[in-house]
């Protein structure tokens, strides 16, 4: 009952494809025709960002949306528990009450 059953499986599933096989080949050196010292290959050059006024005024738009964004979304979530909080409190005291004047009319 304890001890795991092993699956077996038969046959593959899937294809089965034979090893393939590398053949060795021979590596020639050449040696260079002209006796010129090697040069460094130079860093491609990438383009620069340019910030255009209208591209910084876009930046800041965004960046002040997001903030509006976010901070509504925070003090919704504060409102939230904060009116949730308030109810609690407000049903505790109303069951508190009824089960005080419950046992003043006993």
């Not at 092993?6 to 050449?30: A, C, D, R, Y």
């Not at 005024?57 to 504060?78: D, R």
Request: with cysteine.
């Amino acid at each position: 009952m304890f001890k795991p059953k092993v699956p077996v499986m038969p046959q593959p599933t899937g294809l089965i494809t034979p090893p393939t096989v590398i053949e060795p080949t021979t590596m020639v050196q050449h040696s260079p025709q002209s006796s010129m010292p090697l040069v460094a290959p130079t860093a491609a050059a990438r383009p620069t960002v340019q910030l255009t006024p209208g591209a910084v005024i876009a930046l800041v738009g965004g960046g002040a949306a997001v903030v509006l964004v976010v901070g509504a979304v925070l003090v919704s979530m504060l409102l939230a528990v904060a009116i949730t909080g308030v109810s609690v409190a407000i049903c505790a005291l109303v069951i508190r009450s009824l089960m005080a004047s419950d046992n003043q009319h006993r």
